[in-house]
């Protein structure tokens, strides 16, 4: 069974930084590229970027709201991908959602982890 | 404001279709093929339902079919049933690696 557990979420303050983390089990980690989504309270979902395969070499690529900001790693070692989240804004209070990603969809998704950004 | 425009609403009864549209542009929906619908209970992991305009994941049932036309996506769902009840959210490829959502649809099945 195909298990995406996203962890790392809480309240932050504006302009700190938080780490999410997605642990994947039940396929083989290094053939999917990875992406991070997320909704904010009574919003609908946002693409926030992805980072494909090491065979792709990992490139990544950002939606223009966290560019700069926002970092996605992976880790093929421990089946992890990672949402590295700096300079904090009260608009990314939302459920950050992890997926497997191919060919501009996401097949696999994580249930969320809540960030929080307040002052 | 979201990229792709989807109704906010839509209902239907036991047994009967609905469908849910999303419009949006010839920078994304109209030129490419890559629209995909999620089915989202809140609180749950959101469901990949159809890719690529028409494609079905394996286990999804053929009751949800998907289609397109010039700069407007569809999704049908047929033979409503009460497990339905959801949001729906499509997606598509909006070029240079980027992607776009709808605002989502609440359908209830009454």
């Known amino acids: 069974e195909v298990q995406l557990v996203e962890s790392g979420g809480g309240l932050e303050q504006p302009g700190r930084s938080l780490r999410l983390s997605c642990t994947v089990s039940?396929?083989?980690?290094?053939?999917?590229?990875m992406s991070w989504f997320r909704q904010a309270p009574g919003k609908g979902l946002e693409w926030v970027g992805f980072?494909?395969?090491?065979?792709?070499?990992?490139?990544?690529q950002y939606a223009a709201s966290v560019k700069g900001r926002f970092t996605i790693s992976r880790d093929e070692s421990k089946s992890i991908a990672y949402l590295q989240m700096n300079s904090l804004k009260t608009e990314d209070t939302a459920v950050y959602y992890c997926?497997?990603?191919?060919?501009?969809?996401?097949?696999?998704w994580g249930q969320g982890t809540l960030v929080a950004v307040s002052s | 404001q979201s990229a792709l425009t989807q109704p906010p609403s839509a209902s239907g009864s036991p047994g009967q279709s609905v469908t849910i549209s999303c419009t949006g542009t010839?920078?994304?929906?109209?030129?490419?093929?890559?629209v995909s619908w999620y089915q989202h209970h809140p609180g749950k992991a959101p469901k990949l339902m159809i890719y690529?305009?028409?494609k079905r994941p394996s286990g999804v049932p053929d009751r949800f079919s998907g289609s397109k036309s010039g700069n407007t996506a569809s999704l049908t769902v047929s033979g409503l049933q009460t497990e339905d009840e959801a949001d729906y959210y499509c997606s598509s490829y909006a070029g240079v690696n980027n992607i776009s959502f709808g605002g989502g649809t609440k359908l209830t099945v009454l």
């Open positions: 010839s920078s994304d929906v109209g030129t490419y093929n890559f």
């Open positions: 039940g396929l083989t980690f290094g053939d999917y590229a």
């Open positions: 997926s497997t990603f191919a060919v501009y969809r996401a097949d696999y």
């Open positions: 980072i494909r395969s090491k065979t792709y070499g990992a490139a990544t």
């Open positions: 690529d305009v028409s």
